[in-house]
């Protein structure tokens, strides 16, 4: 079974540009979520999508925005970027039950200059 | 709000030797702990999933502990291994939405041959 897919893999950016990352899930976990990580801030939690609806949303400025499509497919989008979003943004699949595992992908590296 | 933290923050080992990490977490209300390795640049790689119900979980090398009263878990690595060198990191997901996972900032270990 093939794992968590992120694209692209790199990315560079100038500021004030928007950029948009794309996620594919295990085939058939349905629940997408997406994570920041920093040297500075370690991992944080940016949302969670199922069933196309985000069920939760991390404390990030709405700059930050996702969407889940019927495939279970995920895209995160941030607007006007900022130097400070360099960062690696990674997603993780799960079934979506309250006893099974997230599984991430390889990450997209974000550059802002 | 949930805050994991992970003890020590780095650690350096000679080959074969028995070590520990420590993970902590501030609200004892969990569903699951889960371990994940992290090589450099690379996603994350999931190690052990604990179920709040349960006390331990091993796999290969690998034990994991929990203790959900003191908010502890533990991550024991039997004969470490070079290959073993990456960061490793603990998390917890919580009651009002079991897919978002608070994440410690992870012990960086580094097995010497």
């Known amino acids: 079974k093939a794992g968590v897919t992120q694209t692209p893999r790199y990315l560079i950016k100038t500021r004030g540009q928007q950029v948009t990352l794309s996620c594919s899930p295990i085939?058939?976990?349905?629940?997408v979520s997406w994570y920041q990580q920093t040297p500075g801030q370690g991992l944080q939690f940016l949302f969670e999508?199922?069933?196309?609806?985000?069920?939760n949303k991390g404390n990030f400025p709405g700059r930050f925005s996702g969407r889940q499509f019927s495939n279970s497919r995920s895209e995160m989008n941030v607007s006007t970027l900022e130097l400070g979003d360099s960062a690696l943004y990674l997603c993780?699949?799960?079934?979506?039950?309250?006893?099974?595992?997230?599984?991430f992908g390889p990450g997209t590296r974000l550059t802002v200059t | 709000k949930q805050e994991v933290t992970q003890i020590p923050a780095a650690l350096s080992v000679p080959e074969g030797e028995n070590l520990v990490l420590n993970c902590s977490f501030t609200d004892s209300a969990i569903y699951n702990l889960q371990w994940f390795r992290q090589d450099p640049g690379k996603g994350l790689t999931s190690l052990l999933l604990i179920q709040s119900s349960q006390r331990e979980q091993t796999s290969g090398r690998l034990n994991a502990s929990l203790d959900k009263s003191s908010g502890r878990s533990t991550l024991y690595i039997a004969a470490s291994q070079p290959g073993d060198s990456a960061t490793y990191l603990c998390a917890v997901n919580v009651p009002d939405n079991f897919n978002k996972f608070y994440f410690g900032s992870g012990t960086k270990l580094n097995v010497k041959p």
């Open positions: 993780a699949s799960s079934l979506s039950l309250a006893t099974n595992e997230q599984y």
């Open positions: 085939s058939g976990h349905r629940s």
């Open positions: 999508y199922f069933s196309e609806t985000q069920r």
